[in-house]
Structures are given as C-alpha cells and as structure tokens.
C-alpha cells in the first residue's frame, strides 16, 4: 500500500494517465530516493504536477502556464482527462490550444483593459 491507502496499480494508472509510467523502471522503482529536482525534465515536472492535481481532484484548479514543456497531444489528453475527473480548470496561458476545453475566456488587452465573455463561438467549434 501506498499513500491514502493507494496501490502500486492504482498509483501507475495514474503515472500512466500523465505519460510518465517509465519513470517507476527507469529511476529503479517505487522505494527509490531521488532528487527529483535533478532527475526529471521540465515536461516531467509539469506532467508530475498534473499527476498530483488528478490524484487530490479537488473542485477548483488554477493552472498557470502548466503545460509549456509539455506537447500538444498530451496537453489535450491531460486537460480532457482532468475534466472527466469533474475539476473546474481556471487556466493562464500563452496557448490558445487550450482554449476548448474553457467556457469562458478572460483576456488582457493592455493596459487596465479586458474583455471577459462567453469562449468565442470558433473555438467552441474546435471541440468536435
């Protein structure tokens, strides 16, 4: 048993769910002592963090920028599965590939302006 009573299966489901299931082999397996810091590239970082949000799925997440060093197949696979899992995703990012999986969008237009509305109807398109 793991953390909150959580298997080794359970727990490479989900390392599986954010791309990173090699890391259990490669690093020498579940009990090994790292410092991760060193170990893991900025992709792995972010696809960790990802894995740590899905393994508390709490109602609300902010993510700022979470996905930069992460491609563009698993960005869509990691936000569409954090939405299955029922988390409200409140996003900040350069990318507007993320934009289909929000309803709304918020955007800084300069200096003290914004615009916040409904997400525009062709980004609502691109969900199909």
Known sequence: MR???RTDDELLELLKQVRLEYIVGREGGWD?????????SGGE???MAMGRLIY???????LDECTSAVS????????????????TLITVS??????????YLLRFCGDKDFEFGK??????????
């Open 32 to 40: 090994k002592d790292n410092d991760w810091n060193d170990v893991l």
């Open 56 to 62: 508390h799925k709490p109602t609300y997440a902010i």
């Open 45 to 47: 970082k972010q696809r």
């Open 3 to 5: 953390a909150k009573g």
């Open 94 to 103: 350069h990318r507007d590939t993320l934009w289909k999986y929000h309803n």
């Open 119 to 128: 997400m525009p109807q062709e980004q609502l398109d691109k969900r199909k």
């Open 72 to 87: 563009m197949d698993v960005e869509g696979h990691l936000y569409s599965y954090m939405k299955e899992q029922g988390i």
